[in-house]
């Protein structure tokens, strides 16, 4: 794995998530597809084959330390946009308090993501949360299974292209 060079204690504290971004872009160039900054949050956009890379260094590296997953959740753009969905992984640092966003594209036609439940156990019910309202399917996955709708319900309810009364048997009608 490799490390960062050690700065200086001020240097440290006064450490913003772009000065990760950009450290990180730094040592895994090929990893990073684009890095925005708005209101203050720092977003980087990762391929989905460089994504379990990408957790692990941020979670071992000792000047990063991203050992909590706060959220991960999907997003559908729409079925005009391409790629339709992204899933966001919300790091933070416990010890460093700083935060961080990583986002993985997907093409409508192929909504696989590796999980990241070797990385952070928490990532088992999000990423099962994702699977069952956007239809996002986590590789790899121990229990890749519905979690809040029936086990019966058809199509995946935070789509965008899904019908605002549902499907029968369960539509209000």
Known sequence: ???IEAEPEDAREA????????A???????WTSEIVE???ETTITVGREHLVAACEFLKRTP???FNFLADLCGSDRGPEEEPRFEVNYHLFSTTKHHRLRLKVLLNEDDVRVPTVTSVWRTANWHERETY???GVIFDGHPDLRRILLPDDWEGHALRKDFPLRGYEPYSLK
């Open 38 to 40: 708005a209101l203050g």
């Open 15 to 22: 450490k913003t998530p772009s000065l990760i971004a950009a």
């Open 24 to 30: 990180f872009q730094r040592e895994h160039p090929e």
């Open 1 to 3: 794995m490799a490390t």
């Open 63 to 65: 000047s990063f330390e």
């Open 132 to 134: 069952d309202l956007l």
